[in-house]
């Protein structure tokens, strides 16, 4: 079985929406536009990453197991909200 023929196996049993996003994405890849999105959005990442950088050397981190923590507690409160 060829990529191609794999890919169309997959795809048909995707709904029609689904499908219609599929192309959408081929025909990104096979413009130029997609370079242009990937160096734009790794640019960005880059200013994130340097933001997080600046702000861990000026002391303004958290503890992650605290966050997690944080998070868990969250979510098990809304668990429990949408279970009533």
């Known amino acids: 079985m060829t990529v191609e023929q794999a890919i169309l196996e997959?795809?048909?049993?995707?709904?029609?929406?689904?499908?219609q996003e599929v192309l959408a994405f081929i025909k990104l890849l096979q413009s130029d536009k997609w370079e242009d999105i990937y160096k734009g959005r790794f640019k960005?990442?880059?200013?994130?990453?340097r933001l997080g950088m600046d702000a861990a050397d000026r002391g303004e981190v958290i503890n992650a197991e605290d966050m997690f923590r944080s998070l868990r507690l969250k979510l098990q409160q809304r668990r429990t909200q949408a279970d009533r």
Do not use: T
């Open 44 to 49: 960005e990442l880059q200013q994130e990453i």
């Open 10 to 19: 997959n795809v048909k049993v995707l709904s029609p929406d689904q499908q």
